[in-house]
């Protein structure tokens, strides 16, 4: 397991489909720079803006459950 945000990025973003995204994000290219972004704050602990709040709690549940999995091996 690892503590790299960009490498858990990576496995958090392969587990994003389409029916998660906002409409019309779901097809378009910066898909994958606004999920890292939506990762990133999560990870650090930022504040999102009130518009993205419910589209930050994917990212946030994610990293709760991989912490949670992790704790529980060590």
Do not use: I
């Not at 973003?13 to 290219?29: A, E, F, I, T, W």
């Not at 972004?37 to 999560?42: C, G, I, P, V």
């Not at 803006?49 to 549940?61: C, F, T």
């Amino acid at each position: 397991m690892t503590d790299n945000p960009e490498q858990l990025f990576e496995l958090f973003y392969k587990n994003v489909r389409d029916d998660m995204c906002p409409p019309g994000l779901r097809h378009h290219s910066y898909r994958y720079n606004w999920w890292r972004e939506r990762f990133m704050n999560a990870y650090y602990g930022t504040k999102e803006p009130n518009s993205l709040m419910s589209w930050a709690e994917a990212p946030q549940m994610w990293l709760a459950g991989y912490r949670e999995k992790r704790s529980s091996h060590d």
